[in-house]
């Protein structure tokens, strides 16, 4: 694995391990549960996403070749422009609607509109993109280290 897409994903997140809660601190092993609550998740700015973005992360951390699982609020009006991650990601709409495609060059028409309850599951290194019109909860879960990577430096919302 590239080292800079690990350092990508850590700084992805724009947070430290020490803001995250309590059950996400420490990589789970498999012993007791973790179990929280919506009134329980710390939401954090997720500036690699999109301008206005919350993360909550569940379990990780995300840096790790260990199991993740975390939330992100979409503002809408959100646009995530073509990127690619380095290991399978697993999303699941909890509220709104996440417009989302398979491609390396935005196209707005060319998205499906994903509602509560719907699943996509991107192998590594698949261009993708999406963008919202309300605000918009979605799940991922997978193996990290997770990270992001746009296609076109430019699009990364972190240097605009």
Sequence with gaps: MNPSTVLLGAAFLGVSISTLPAAAQSVYSGEGHIMVSPAQLAWTDAPAVAPGAKIAVIEGPLNKA?????????????????????AFERVTVLSGTLHFAHGDKFDAAGTQALGQGSVAVMPPGAPMFGYTKEETVIQLHGVGPWGISYLNPGDDPRKK
């Design 66 to 86: 260990v199991p993740f699982t975390f939330r992100l609020r979409l503002p809408a009006g959100a646009r995530i422009a073509p990127h690619v991650h380095p």
